[in-house]
């Protein structure tokens, strides 16, 4: 998933990935970083939403992607990277608790 603010959506790759998590088979869901300000209310209500939609189905949640490298595929060039991260982390957790042990 790809989350920009700026365009008020965001990009799921591959779409629709709840449908490859079958049986056993849980999703290793990645949410990159595209905001280019410093403004993280929706980044966080999109990872809250995260954690809802595909709480049945995630085995693991990635916030950002390569947060340290500015290049090609990498959240680093995101001026509130590092704190979108930490805070992303806070409000995910907070959001797991808050849902119970199911999600």
């Not at 490859?20 to 990872?47: I, K, Q, Y």
Request: charged share 25%.
């Amino acid at each position: 998933m790809r989350f920009d603010d700026t365009h008020r959506g965001h990009v799921q790759a591959p779409p629709s990935p709840w449908r490859h998590a079958r049986g056993n088979r849980r999703l290793d869901l990645v949410v990159c970083l595209r905001e280019p300000g410093d403004v993280l209310s929706g980044w966080l209500t999109f990872l809250r939403g995260q954690i809802r939609t595909h709480g049945d189905v995630r085995a693991t949640l990635q916030l950002g992607e390569e947060g340290n490298h500015a290049g090609t595929g990498g959240d680093g060039g995101q001026p509130a990277v590092r704190r979108a991260i930490v805070e992303g982390v806070l409000a995910a957790r907070a959001e797991v608790d808050r849902l119970g042990p199911t999600c």
